[in-house]
């Protein structure tokens, strides 16, 4: 896709994505054999429900079709969020993933996977896993230091133990 299409659409679509309460994370063109497919990620700090993704969904659409900006031609529209594992790239993007746990390549080299704790203008902090047996500890890292970065899924969340164990200790 053209820079000046891609362009064209975020202009486009932005103001009626923010409308709805929403960033405008990403906006893709694929084409799909004969067809091409045109996808728009979405977010927010509360994150994104299905009813959220519908009314955008419809807001966008009904705006593509009054306009020419996906040109002649069939499209489909998607419409959907990062996913589990997304990449960290903005100041947002890391402040919605406080409390997660994210692998970060550093410019220095190598990799880091840690629990983004709090998160400033300057960069972020967090918290490193202890390796065998040792209790966890804290590290700061500028985001010029941080090559890429992007969220973890984890299976019972550190969180989610805390909680657990609350409504153990409630049931006892």
Known sequence: MSTTQSERLRELLEPLVGA?????????????GRKRVLRVVVDSDSGADLDRIA?????????LDETDAMGEGEYTLEVGTPGAERPLTERRHYVRATGRLAKFQLTAGGELVARILTV???????EVPGVKGR?????RLAFEEIAKARVQVEFGRKDD???KNEKEEEEA
């Open 120 to 126: 400033d203008d300057e960069g972020v902090d967090l």
């Open 135 to 139: 209790k966890p500890t804290a590290r």
């Open 20 to 32: 709805q309460g929403l960033d405008l994370e990403e906006i893709a063109v694929d084409s799909v």
């Open 161 to 163: 133990k805390s909680s």
């Open 55 to 63: 009314d955008v969904s419809r807001a966008l659409s009904a705006k």
